[in-house]
């Protein structure tokens, strides 16, 4: 008897086409969500990229700067 009431209520209350409405929705959240991880990681990484070339010209500027002062101090 209790297996037929919880079945007339599954029937009456559409709970297995509501679970798989749910599930799609899900699914399609998962799937952006992945996207948008993906797409992160990615400009997180060319953010660095960008960091570490910045990082690079302010070196060479300096060696350059102190290159400079150095044949400015021993020139006649």
């Given at each position: 008897y209790t297996a037929q009431l919880y079945r007339t209520i599954i029937d009456e209350l559409y709970l297995d086409e509501w679970k798989?409405?749910?599930?799609?929705?899900?699914?399609?959240?998962?799937?952006?969500?992945?996207?948008?991880?993906?797409?992160?990681?990615?400009?997180?990484?060319?953010f660095l990229d960008v960091v570490q070339l910045v990082g690079w010209m302010v070196l060479l500027i300096g060696y350059f700067v102190l290159f400079y002062l150095d044949v400015l101090q021993y020139a006649p």
């Open positions: 798989e409405i749910v599930k799609g929705k899900l699914d399609s959240l998962q799937g952006i969500m992945e996207v948008v991880q993906e797409n992160l990681s990615i400009s997180w990484s060319t």
